[in-house]
């Protein structure tokens, strides 16, 4: 009875998102990311298999507007990712 509790409790998992696994991703666009990192938007992005919705900055001359393919170049620390038009 002992090893099957043991094993029971490495099945366990703790369902945290690392957000350092969003570098590369592929999302669209939510919310229209303003310009020149003038303001945030919001992206959907598909990160250990859960779709999740972030904050997004750009350093694109033009907005990035919603519906737009993005991917995703960097993270800052306040779990917002820097993305690029894709």
């Given amino acids: ?3 099957l509790f043991y094993g ?4 366990q998992s703790s369902g945290n998102i690392h957000y350092d696994n969003c570098i590369g ?8 990311i ?5 303001g945030k938007g919001k992206v959907t992005l598909k990160v250990q298999e859960r779709l999740i919705e972030v904050n997004a900055l750009t350093y694109d001359e033009k907005p990035i507007k919603s519906g737009d393919n993005i991917k995703v170049i960097d993270i800052l ?9 894709f």
């Fill in 1 to 3: 009875i002992g090893y």
């Fill in 8 to 11: 029971m409790t490495k099945l």
């Fill in 25 to 32: 991703k592929y999302g669209e666009v939510y919310l229209t």
């Fill in 34 to 38: 303003p310009p020149n990192k003038q």
């Fill in 77 to 85: 620390p306040d779990h917002t990712v820097i993305v690029e038009r």
